[in-house]
């Protein structure tokens, strides 16, 4: 059952049980940032918090994000994130570009789009200034950040957290789709020092196991679990 947890007076949190999707009201539309993974009538649950229009915004489309998306005729994505989502997840509908830098008015709440490729290609941040929050997706998160296959890439990864630098003025929280909610923004700086030494391999791994049937290696940065493919 999906727990709904209101953050603020106009901004909503989804728990699945670990993966979380939120609603973000401006005073003329709605904007559902993600769509769950198991939750029905996502469209529905959400019309019981607003009766403002509602769209939908996908910070990228693995199977955990894009679940409801079928409710939807169109959603926001990056572009970069078209493959995952329709040939990797088998996903269909329309999809409105969106690129780094684009604002999308809600109505005395704009909400400005950052790119953060590296978890998968098109994976973007929502960064919310009336409320000084960043909405991270699945970069910045102190769970499991899955980093193993062939659309996850650690440099590309690692110089999307350093983009961020150009931001720290503007967030105070940051809420992200899995772990603790909020995390703050040291841990953007955790998960760079942490991800060169994954990527170095000068960081113990801890785990050799499968996930989906593919071979992985479970790296417990103390910051969050990186999870890579195999040497």
Same mark, same amino acid.
């Given at each position: 059952?999906?727990?709904?947890?209101?953050?603020? *007076?106009?901004?909503?949190?989804? %728990?699945?049980?670990?993966?979380?999707?939120?609603?973000?009201?401006?005073?003329?539309?709605?904007?559902?940032?993600?769509?769950?993974?198991?939750? *029905?009538?996502?469209?529905?649950?959400?019309?019981?918090?607003?009766?403002?229009?509602?769209?939908?915004?996908?910070?990228?489309?693995?199977? %955990?994000?894009?679940?409801?998306?079928?409710?939807?005729?169109?959603?926001?994505? %990056?572009?970069?994130?078209?493959?995952?989502?329709?040939?990797?997840?088998?996903?269909?509908?329309?999809?409105?570009?969106?690129?780094?830098?684009?604002?999308?008015?809600?109505?005395?709440?704009?909400?400005?789009?950052?790119?953060?490729?590296?978890?998968?290609?098109?994976?973007?941040?929502?960064?919310?200034?009336?409320?000084?929050?960043?909405?991270?997706?699945?970069?910045?998160?102190?769970?499991?950040?899955?980093?193993?296959?062939?659309?996850?890439?650690?440099?590309?990864?690692?110089?999307?957290?350093?983009?961020?630098?150009?931001?720290?003025?503007?967030?105070?929280?940051?809420? $992200?789709?899995?772990?603790?909610?909020?995390?703050? $923004?040291?841990?953007? %700086?955790?998960?760079?020092?942490?991800?060169?030494?994954?990527? *170095?391999?000068?960081? $113990?791994?801890?785990?050799?196991?499968?996930?989906?049937?593919?071979?992985?290696?479970?790296?417990?940065?103390?910051?969050?679990?990186?999870?890579?493919? $195999?040497?």
């Amino acid at each position: 059952m999906t727990g709904i947890r209101k953050l603020n *007076e106009q901004t909503w949190m989804f %728990d699945e049980g670990g993966v979380y999707f939120y609603l973000l009201c401006g005073d003329e539309t709605a904007l559902l940032l993600d769509s769950g993974m198991h939750t *029905e009538n996502v469209r529905e649950l959400a019309g019981t918090l607003t009766d403002l229009p509602l769209v939908l915004m996908n910070t990228h489309a693995d199977r %955990d994000h894009i679940g409801g998306n079928h409710e939807f005729e169109w959603f926001y994505m %990056d572009p970069a994130e078209a493959s995952n989502f329709y040939n990797t997840q088998k996903g269909s509908g329309l999809f409105k570009p969106v690129y780094h830098g684009d604002i999308i008015s809600l109505g005395n709440r704009d909400l400005e789009v950052i790119a953060l490729p590296g978890h998968t290609p098109g994976s973007i941040a929502v960064l919310d200034r009336k409320y000084r929050a960043l909405f991270s997706g699945d970069p910045i998160q102190d769970g499991r950040i899955f980093m193993f296959g062939v659309q996850r890439e650690m440099h590309a990864y690692r110089l999307s957290l350093k983009r961020l630098d150009a931001y720290r003025n503007d967030f105070d929280e940051i809420y $992200p789709c899995h772990g603790t909610v909020p995390v703050y $923004p040291a841990l953007i %700086d955790e998960l760079y020092e942490a991800s060169g030494k994954v990527l *170095e391999r000068s960081l $113990p791994f801890t785990e050799d196991s499968s996930r989906f049937g593919t071979p992985i290696r479970v790296y417990h940065a103390g910051c969050a679990d990186f999870i890579t493919d $195999p040497e």
